[in-house]
T-cell receptor, first 110, second 116 residues
Framework: GQQVMQIPQYQHVQEGEDFTTYCNSS?????IQWYKQRPGGHPVFLIQ?????EVKKQKRLTFQFGEAKKNSSLHITATQTTDVGTYFC??????????FGTGTSLTVIP | GAGVSQSPRYKVTKRGQDVALRCDPI?????LYWYRQALGQGPEFLTY????????KSGLPNDRFSAERPEGSISTLTIQRTEQRDSAMYRC??????????????FGNGTRLTVT
């Protein structure tokens, strides 16, 4: 089946530092979504990318979809303690079911 | 309802017993998904429905697992003859559209299943 890997698995940063997580698929994706899961919570949708090379921004968050549509990244500028959580990418190659990545757990040290 | 509702929130059962997990999606949402999430892992796809039709059940681990959504709304995930390896958080999600394009998944709080 489809595999979606994320690196790093864990990341500890000082508040104010930047953070990036990378998502790689074994197959070409039709679209990719990003979710954030706070400790003890459930995944919450952040954004969807559809086009090759697409870049979208949400305040301090920048999302990118690779040209080959097999990888994606999420970059957070100047992290805050509210950014703490696990970030998942979820890829689809059929436009239907999504396969989630392994996640990157972000800890922000005040 | 306001969000996806799952019940029970916690379920402890003995090995060999059957369990039924319920999901009540957001009203009007066409698609309903079941995922399983182990601690520290990403959600693992199990199955999904559009309305009452099960579109894909390729993620169900074996034939002890089954799901239904008979009236296109509430869904039940049933695990027969539970085993300890079935212990996990079972999450339901719904989405408005019948395809994943421009249709984010809305997750419930999950059912934590523990098989002793």
């Amino acid at each position: 089946g489809q595999q979606v890997m994320q690196i790093p698995q864990y990341q500890h940063v000082q508040e104010g530092e930047d953070f990036t997580t990378y998502c790689n698929s074994s197959t070409t994706l039709s679209n990719i979504q990003w979710y954030k899961q706070r400790p003890g919570g459930h995944p919450v949708f952040l954004i969807q990318l559809v086009k090759s090379g697409e870049v979208k921004k949400q305040k301090r968050l920048t999302f990118q979809f690779g040209e080959a549509k097999k990888n994606s990244s999420l970059h957070i500028t100047a992290t805050q303690t509210t950014d703490v959580g696990t970030y998942f990418c979820a890829g689809s190659n059929t436009g239907n079911q999504f396969y989630f990545g392994t996640g990157t757990s972000l800890t922000v040290i005040p | 309802g306001a969000g996806v509702s799952q019940s029970p929130r916690y379920k402890v059962t003995k090995r060999g017993q059957d369990v039924a997990l319920r999901c009540d999606p957001i009203s009007g949402h066409v698609s309903l998904y079941w995922y399983r999430q182990a601690l520290g892992q990403g959600p693992e796809f199990l199955t999904y429905f559009n309305y009452e039709a099960q579109q894909d059940k390729s993620g169900l681990p074996n034939d002890r697992f089954s799901a239904e959504r008979p009236e296109g709304s509430i869904s039940t995930l049933t695990i027969q003859r539970t085993e300890q390896r079935d212990s996990a958080m079972y999450r339901c999600a719904s989405s408005l559209a019948g395809t994943a394009y421009n249709s984010p998944l809305h997750f419930g709080n999950g059912t934590r299943l523990t098989v002793t």
